[in-house]
């Protein structure tokens, strides 16, 4: 597969985080979120974010997601997509997102 196809192949949307809470089952601290994708709906995901952010100051905000990849269990949380971020320079997590405001399910091209 060339690249062009390969990135075709993956599907990256915004989404807007609308309730975030603590994974308690998590081995690594993690947190449940739950995202509003717009037309795909509701997507929920377990998330190591817990190094930098708190679940109210994620609540409310924009990132973007693979939600193309299935779903599996995580720590006992079914997670239906993959937030994506970058390692900081002291290894946290933080999250790609947009700079304006976007409808939730807009597709990354």
């Not at 290894?91 to 997102?97: C, I, P, S």
Request: proline share 7%; with cysteine; hydrophobic share 45%.
């Amino acid at each position: 597969m060339d690249p062009i196809e390969a990135f075709g192949a993956l599907d990256l949307r915004v989404g807007r985080v609308v309730r975030a809470e603590p994974n308690p089952k998590a081995r690594t601290p993690a947190f449940c979120l739950w995202i509003d994708f717009g037309p795909l709906g509701e997507l929920a995901t377990s998330a190591q974010l817990t190094a930098r952010y708190r679940p109210g100051t994620l609540v409310g905000r924009l990132v973007v997601a693979a939600v193309n990849l299935g779903s599996k269990r995580v720590a006992g949380f079914r997670s239906d997509v993959l937030v994506l971020g970058v390692a900081d320079a002291e290894g946290k997590t933080v999250l790609l997102g947009v700079d304006d405001d976007v409808p939730p399910g807009g597709r990354i091209h």
